[in-house]
């Protein structure tokens, strides 16, 4: 109860100071133009308390006597300073008044900075100069800064140590199921693309290759899809929970040979648009189609997913956790605001939806908890592991299972994109609605299909929002730090740049958490700097 006491004693003096100031400012502006050794005498006032802090601080002249409480030693230097600076300053605004030409245009000028200036004044001490510190404390030598001279040794602790980052491995990326699957889904993809060009600008002859081209992607799509939920059933059904068709599906993925085909694909779609390009020829990709688009997401997903949980350290984990959690929560927000524009009850559902951005991240880390929570014996009580004793399946630690590193790591990453997603949908659905009905009315007479206007008339549209929502995500899944502390505390390689941040801080190694401070804010800058560049773009 005192603490919180304190707290509410500490911001209602934060906020009287801050009135004082700026009716105190906005009245020495007013006496500008008709009280002008006033507004001479209060500037010279804030110039004497500064130069007086500055002498008291070095001890240039004695400090006289403390009264006691916040009157301690040196208040009669501060007293006499603000008292000479106003009485000097009055005295020259007697002798040199200017014209009242002059001072109405002094007064126009200052009247903004008495509404910024409080602004800046808290962003400078609050923000600015704590980072210029951090900065300059990254620098030092020793772990409190206090040994003399500087070094770069706490940055290069960061990227030479295996636990931070390593490319250690790195070679297993290219051999990962994940990424033989990814190859061939952006190979799919560019051949979706390719058609779906050809049958809006090729021929008659290349738009019949392209429309069978089409009718065999559908067809492999229906057989995966078919083999995948075969083999799901045939996994429940059996015991001990084997599945023969995952069995040979993974066989399959996990082959040299597949590797060999999908990459083989790749390099001869590159040839051929290079070939194309040195003849002055332009080779037509229609990536806004619904196949291609969709394809070239599934595959950037799982590329991504297999570079990223093949390399170790907590840099990469960083890494990982924004392009999950910033792109999973997009396209399902995305997702979620079509579907619900849709929907009857698009009110209620949004509400749902949305709801988790109102849990803290310590609580929504609570809740996930006891959901992925496992029991070494009997019947399970966490959600997921019940759902996978009922279905004959072993319970599994989804953050302490050794077999489940580094997927450990996704389901922390899950919490934040339940949390994300609504903030996601709701900013996407605004601007849905916000698309004029003119041109989608226009994409339909024109023959246009509900996917195709989707893809080619309103995500253009939504384009700048989306960038908006995604950068956005990067800059807070950058400095997670809650939920991860509150799972997992780092264990089971699932630490994270804020975390480990802390964990020296708390250790009192100051200076390499002001590192891996400034570590975190260059991953934040071009995010920040690219926003502030496109708004710049948009308003001129």
Known sequence: MGQILTMLVSVAGALAVSAVLFIGANRAVDNVRVRWPAFTAAIGGLVGLAVGAVVQHNGWVPRGPAVGGPLKEGWLVLLAGGVAGAAIAAVGGRLAVPSPGRRSRWADSLRPWVFVGPALLFVGGG??????????????????????????????????????????????????????????????????????????????????????????LKIASVVVVALVVAALIEGVAREPNRSAVMD??????????????AAAAAVLGIVFWLAARVRGREVEMDWGSPAASSLFVVAAILLVFGALSTLRGVVWNNIWWVVTVAGLSTVLGLLLAVLAEKSRGERIGKTLIFMPMAISMVGAAVIWDFMYEVQPMGNQTGLF???????????????????????????????????????AMVVLSAAIRAVPEELTEAAQVDGAGEAQVFW?????????????????????????????????????????????????????????????????????????????????????
């Open 248 to 261: 040979v599906l993974t066989v399959v993925v996990s082959s040299r040979i597949t590797l060999g085909i």
């Open 385 to 423: 592991n019940a759902v996978l004793q009922g279905i004959g399946f072993a319970p599994r630690g989804f953050f302490i299972n050794a077999s489940m590193i580094p997927w450990n790591n996704f389901w922390i990453m899950f919490i934040m994109v339940w949390i994300q997603t609504g903030f």
């Open 127 to 216: 923000l600015v100069l704590p980072g210029l510190r951090t900065a300059f404390l990254s620098l030092k030598n020793g772990s409190r800064g206090r040994e003399p001279g500087f070094t770069l040794e706490h940055y290069k602790d960061i990227f030479t140590d295996d636990t931070y980052f390593t490319f250690e491995g790195w070679s297993s990326i290219f051999t990962g199921r994940l990424f033989i699957v990814g190859l061939a889904a952006a190979v799919i993809a560019a051949a979706a693309a390719w058609a779906s060009s050809s049958l809006i600008v090729g021929g008659r002859a290349r738009a019949a290759v392209a429309g069978g081209v089409l009718r065999g």
């Open 456 to 540: 080619r008339v309103v995500i253009p549209q939504i384009r700048p929002t989306i960038i908006v929502v995604v950068t956005t995500l990067i800059v807070i899944v950058t400095k997670v730090f809650d939920l991860v502390k509150a799972t997992t505390n780092g264990a089971n390689r699932t630490n994270v740049l804020a975390n480990e941040m802390f964990d020296q801080l708390r250790d009192r190694n100051f200076t390499s958490s002001s590192a891996f401070a400034v570590v975190l804010f260059a991953l934040v800058l071009p995010v920040m700097v690219y926003n502030i560049r496109r708004l710049q773009r948009e308003l001129a």
